[in-house]
């Protein structure tokens, strides 16, 4: 008997890596195969008659000064200010996901009862929705005579011009666009916390303050920094956000910035450096993530 469960066993741990091998090759396939491309671009060393790069294939043919002078020009040159735009832009707008996300995960997780599937709907809804879609909904609300300035006005408060290459616009349409993307993985996190402890806490005579801030909230951090990871790395590289409720030069951030080398011009090797860049800043903070996830992983064990 002990024999058939270790043969069942064996075939168990070889069936599921046997079912995730063509995913997981499909996977690497779609991310190495386009990261291979933009590498061969960055680093061409050959110019056609319009005098944009010809990929380079064959890595003993790259070059690799125009991928140091983008580096060079992002630290000290014209595109400093960009990724300093982006960097801010982005924490403005994970700080409002915070604030505003987080009761909302909390509140789903730990009291909504009956009403959880209903709420889990209302924050799902957005993505029903394609992206552009709603943004363009944002333009119609935002516009001079939308509903947000007549509002405005009932209050006898003078018409805001939104759509005129202003930060806080970008920045609200960046948190309100990622926000479901916060929510749902802090829910889950949120949702794991055993009762217990909760009912513990409070049988010591703590109250529903001291417990969140004592038990609830580090119990949460894992859940909160995935959150906030899944939520800064497409935010950090969006384009289109910027594009339609701003499209001005003034609040460009990299993702513009590499749109406007790949698509508009002949300096596609600049825009596929600035590509490169932009991943290995966001692998660090993807490494830092996984020595945390790492860390924590050992100290619940």
Same mark, same amino acid.
């Given at each position: 008997m002990? &024999?058939q &469960?270790?043969? =069942?066993d064996? %075939?168990?741990r070889r069936?599921?890596p046997?079912?995730?091998?063509p995913g997981t *090759?499909w996977l690497?396939?779609? *991310?190495?195969?386009?990261?291979y491309?933009? /590498?061969?671009?960055?680093?061409?060393?050959s110019?056609?008659? *319009?005098? &944009?790069?010809?990929?380079?294939?064959?890595?003993?043919?790259?070059?690799?000064?125009?991928f #140091?002078?983008?580096?060079?020009?992002?630290?000290?040159?014209?595109?400093q200010e960009v990724?300093i !735009?982006t960097g801010?832009?982005?924490v403005?707008a994970l700080?409002i996901?915070?604030v505003v996300? #987080?009761?909302?995960?909390?509140?789903?997780?730990?009291l %909504?009862g009956?009403?959880?599937?209903l709420?889990?709907a209302?924050?799902?809804?957005?993505?029903?929705i394609?992206?552009i879609t709603? /943004?363009?909904?944002w333009?119609?609300l935002l516009q001079?005579?939308g509903?947000?300035?007549?509002t405005?006005?009932? #209050?006898?408060?003078?018409?805001?011009?939104?759509?005129s290459?202003?930060?806080?616009t970008?920045?609200?349409?960046?948190a309100?666009?990622?926000?479901?993307?916060?929510?749902i993985?802090?829910?889950?996190?949120?949702?794991?916390i055993?009762? !217990?402890?909760l &009912?513990?806490?409070r049988d010591l005579?703590?109250?529903?303050v001291?417990?969140?801030? !004592?038990?609830?909230?580090p119990?949460?951090? $894992?859940?909160l920094?995935?959150?906030?990871v899944?939520?800064?790395?497409? /935010?950090?590289?969006?384009?289109?956000?910027?594009?339609?409720?701003s499209g001005?030069?003034?609040?460009? $951030?990299?993702?513009?910035q590499i749109e406007?080398?790949l698509?508009q011009g002949?300096?596609? =090797?600049y825009?596929a450096s600035?590509?490169?860049?932009?991943s290995?800043?966001? /692998?660090? #903070?993807m %490494?830092?993530?996984?020595i945390l996830t790492?860390r924590a992983?050992?100290? %619940?064990?």
């Open positions: 002990g &024999e &469960e270790d043969r =069942h064996r %075939a168990t069936l599921w046997a079912l995730a091998l *090759f690497i396939a779609l *991310f190495l195969v386009p990261i491309a933009v /590498m061969a671009v960055a680093f061409s060393a110019i056609n008659i *319009f005098g &944009e790069p010809v990929p380079a294939w064959n890595p003993l043919d790259w070059r690799y000064a125009t #140091f002078d983008v580096v060079q020009a992002s630290v000290t040159g014209p595109y990724w !735009r801010v832009y982005c403005v700080v996901c915070v996300g #987080f009761p909302v995960a909390y509140y789903t997780a730990r %909504a009956k009403r959880r599937g709420i889990l209302l924050i799902l809804a957005p993505w029903w394609n992206y709603r /943004m363009l909904a333009i119609n001079d005579d509903y947000v300035n007549k405005l006005g009932i #209050f006898g408060i003078a018409p805001v011009d939104w759509l290459g202003n930060s806080y970008v920045v609200l349409a960046l309100y666009g990622y926000l479901p993307f916060f929510i993985p802090l829910f889950a996190s949120l949702d794991r055993d009762q !217990r402890l &009912e513990a806490s005579g703590s109250g529903s001291r417990t969140f801030l !004592r038990v609830t909230l119990l949460s951090k $894992m859940g920094i995935t959150a906030l899944i939520t800064a790395l497409p /935010m950090a590289g969006d384009y289109y956000t910027n594009t339609l409720v001005s030069p003034k609040t460009n $951030m990299i993702g513009n406007l080398f698509l002949p300096l596609k =090797h825009g600035l590509v490169l860049l932009l290995l800043v966001l /692998m660090f #903070f %490494a830092y993530y996984l790492q992983g050992r100290d %619940a064990q």
